[in-house]
Nanobody, 125 residues
């Protein structure tokens, strides 16, 4: 059974940094795609960063050069390092897994079959 669990959220001032972690257990696929998504109040859930098992990476324009997605295979953990945070980064953040997919195949959110419960990030002075 695949399970995802996020941690590391919280409150931070504008310009600050946070690192989110997502432990992924039970994934037996050798080809897979992991992602970070977020839903701000009153908005649709959006894709912000993707990383696949072959090293393919994709960022949303809104976070490019500020956020970094990475993984530690030894810990089955996906990370999202967030720097230069802005108030508009305030949202519920989710990690997700799409088994059998790669970044270059441009999957939609519907292809992510497994999701974490989400973790709140609040950027405010």
């Amino acid at each position: 059974q695949v399970q995802l669990a996020e941690s590391g959220g919280g409150s931070v001032q504008p310009g600050g940094s946070l690192t989110l972690s997502c432990v992924i257990s039970g994934n037996a696929y050798k080809q897979y795609l992991m992602g970070w998504f977020r839903r701000a109040p009153g908005k649709e859930r959006e894709e912000i960063a993707l990383l696949d098992s072959y090293g393919g990476i994709k960022y949303a324009d809104s976070v490019k050069a500020r956020f970094t997605i990475s993984e530690d295979n030894s810990k089955n953990t996906l990370y999202l390092q967030m720097n230069s945070l802005k108030s508009e980064d305030t949202a519920m953040y989710y990690c997700a897994l799409a088994q059998g997919w790669l970044v270059r195949e441009m999957p939609t959110q519907a292809h992510f079959g497994y999701w974490g419960q989400g973790i709140q990030v609040t950027v405010s002075s």
